[in-house]
């Protein structure tokens, strides 16, 4: 049983929009960050958005910023990454990712935990 489930990935075209879901176990979501990361072949893991444990505080790697939104909903201990206008460079595996012990201060943050990923498509 992940604690940590990514969902919504797939294929879009270019200037499209996807939504990405991850649903945490109840002491994952209150970790002090939650985050998106993406990785595609050939290149490190990197940071794409993460958010505060009281959402007050989120941070966008420039390649997304003004494009994608990272929200969550506390009720259903779930996080969102929004992402519109989407770009083939977007293409790549996206994970959710926490930090239990560390606040957010970057989108590359310490991460604790990992969740599986879903892959993200992005055609021309």
């Known amino acids: 049983q992940p604690q940590l489930e990514e969902s919504g990935g797939g294929s879009v075209q270019s200037g499209g929009s996807l939504r990405l879901s991850c649903t945490a176990s109840?002491?994952?979501?209150?970790?002090?960050?939650l985050g998106w990361f993406r990785q595609v072949p050939g290149k490190e893991r990197e940071g794409v958005a993460s958010?505060?444990?009281?959402?007050?505080?989120?941070y966008y790697a420039d390649s997304v910023k003004g494009r994608f939104t990272i929200s969550r909903d506390n009720r259903k201990n779930t996080l969102y990454l929004q992402m519109s206008i989407l770009k083939p460079e977007d293409t790549a595996m996206y994970y959710c990712?926490?930090?239990?012990?560390?606040?957010?201060?970057?989108?590359?943050?310490?991460?604790?935990?990992w969740g599986q990923g879903t892959t993200v498509t992005v055609s021309s």
């Open positions: 990712a926490a930090a239990r012990w560390d606040s957010c201060w970057t989108v590359n943050f310490p991460v604790s935990d």
């Open positions: 109840p002491y994952l979501y209150s970790s002090a960050c």
């Open positions: 958010i505060s444990a009281g959402g007050g505080g989120t």
